[in-house]
């Protein structure tokens, strides 16, 4: 099922146009032929933003607007989302994940959420396309043997499975659903529940989850850590967002955005299979996982992924292939795709 064409004048905003998924999520609307506005904490960011996006989608400037707004003030909401018919909310609040940042984080990612929800609502939105997380599906572990789907919620009281930017987001799409119940009127909302977000790379700003792939072309581990991840490739997550704000079906729904698992030692495998030479700092032996938990003490970025270690959770995207059509592609094809983008933009040597 392709999204449904939409008039000319139809017009989109999008949370937090600097971001890795929001610069493909107003790409993707770009292409299609609509108007799209977007938020930035700054309009310095604009030149940026504009120079990232028309590397991939061509005589689209014209339909691309900026609004400036930011998710811990209810400043510029109103004025960002008047006149929208749809709203895609992609933004993350800024912060660490340290222990004393996790109330940086978790406010903001709630009270952000509902600015953004309150301000569709009183615009009369169609719908909102909010962007959750595998975080907010994560089954306990006595159920770690199953296969999660969108019937599945975090434990939030577990605050040992995931670092404070992951918890952000399982509680912003709990507050998200819960202010709808009452203050949703006739706009609705949906979510989109990606996993590991990887793929091309429009620039060497802002990359995200992006960065795990450069640690391991670049070879900044001295090994592969038992670490998985479920993958969806960015282009990919976008024209899910797409699908969802415009299928009438996916009113009220969630839905998972995943493809494949991939270990980490399998991503080094398939990178030196693919790029030669370019891969030959990528690791080749497996890490032992005390080694990981000692480097961990000293590198922040290492301490948020040591609760993986070993393990492996199973989730199914087939509601969004099913009731949406989505068709992602191969994880292998992503990580690969992701390492040449990052090497082509000088992130990787």
Known sequence: MNPSPLAPSSTVLVTGGTGFVAGWCIAELLRRGYTVRTTVRSLSKETGVRASVASVVA????????????????SGWDAAVAGCDYVLHVASPLGNDSPSGTDALLAPARDGTLRVLRAAAHAGVKRVVMTSSLAAATPSR?????????????????????????????????????FMKDHGGETTLSTVLPGAV???????????????????????LPGNPRIGFSIVDVRDLADLHVRAMTAPEAAGQRFIAIRDFMWMADIAGELRAQLGEQARKVPTRTLPDFVLRLAAVF????????????????FSSAKAQQVLGWAPRPAKATVVDCARSLIEAGVVA
């Open 142 to 178: 006595s159920d770690e043997g199953n296969v999660a789907d969108e019937n599945v919620w975090t434990d939030l009281n577990d605050t040992g499975k995931t670092n404070a930017y992951r918890m952000s987001k399982a509680i912003a799409e709990r507050a998200a659903w819960d």
């Open 59 to 74: 005589d689209a400037d014209d339909r691309l607007s900026f609004h400036v707004a930011d998710l811990t003030s209810d």
């Open 198 to 220: 990887f793929g091309p790379v429009m620039g060497s700003q802002n990359l995200g989850s992006v960065l795990v792939i450069g640690r391991i072309l670049g070879g900044k």
């Open 299 to 314: 590198d922040k970025a290492l301490h948020n992924v040591t609760p993986l270690l070993g393990r492996k959770l199973s």
